[in-house]
């Protein structure tokens, strides 16, 4: 949280659920979610816009929350990797990094799933190469990249054989300035 300004009355609608807060409006959204909300699938990494392992949706767009002011977040719509599923439900883009064995350390998987669940909600059938377009701002160290696109083309294949019935929120890609 930032040391310039004292806290403010807000609302902020997260997954479904209307937290009322009273936080600085300058502190970052990374910042409420994981220590205000108990909110740790969002990563902090960089911490400036770079990496992608804070990702989360906000009103469905893909928006870096170490850069987003919370202040701006009132009435927004936005969802974490915990929105979209959890260890007994998860979502198959979730299921699908799982079965694909994506990981190695893992701190880059929260912005590497919620960036192709936004993928997928505007692309159901994406190529390799549309995959790896969406992907290419998301940094991983471990270099899982291989694992990561085979997770991606197969949550594509569980949404199709789901028939949609599980797609991800309303989502698009965009450069985090558009949020
Ligand atoms: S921590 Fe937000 S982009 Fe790196
Ligand atoms: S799995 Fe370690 S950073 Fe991607």
Do not use: W
């Not at 893992?106 to 799933?113: A, D, P, S, T």
């Not at 995959?131 to 569980?158: F, K, Q």
């Amino acid at each position: 949280m930032s040391k310039h300004a004292g806290p403010a009355a807000l609302a902020l609608h997260v997954n479904g659920v209307v937290h009322q807060l009273a936080v600085p409006p300058e502190a970052s959204l990374l910042a409420v979610l994981r220590n205000d909300l108990g909110l740790n699938g969002p990563k902090y990494g960089c911490g400036l816009g770079q990496c992608g392992a804070c990702t989360v949706l906000v009103d469905g767009v893909a928006a870096r929350a170490c850069v987003i002011p919370v202040g701006g977040m009132a009435g927004r719509a936005i969802t974490t990797l915990e929105g979209l599923g959890d260890r007994n439900r998860p979502h198959p883009v979730q299921q699908a990094f799982i079965d694909a064995q994506a990981a190695q350390c893992g701190y880059c998987l929260n912005g590497m799933i919620m960036m192709a669940a936004a993928l997928l909600a505007e692309r159901p059938r994406p190529t390799e190469a549309d995959i790896r377009r969406a992907l290419s701002g998301n940094l991983c160290r471990c270099g899982t990249h291989v694992e990561i696109v085979e997770a991606v083309l197969r949550a594509a294949d569980l949404l199709s054989a789901s028939g949609g019935s599980q797609s991800a929120p309303a989502a698009a890609i965009a450069h985090p300035a558009e949020t």
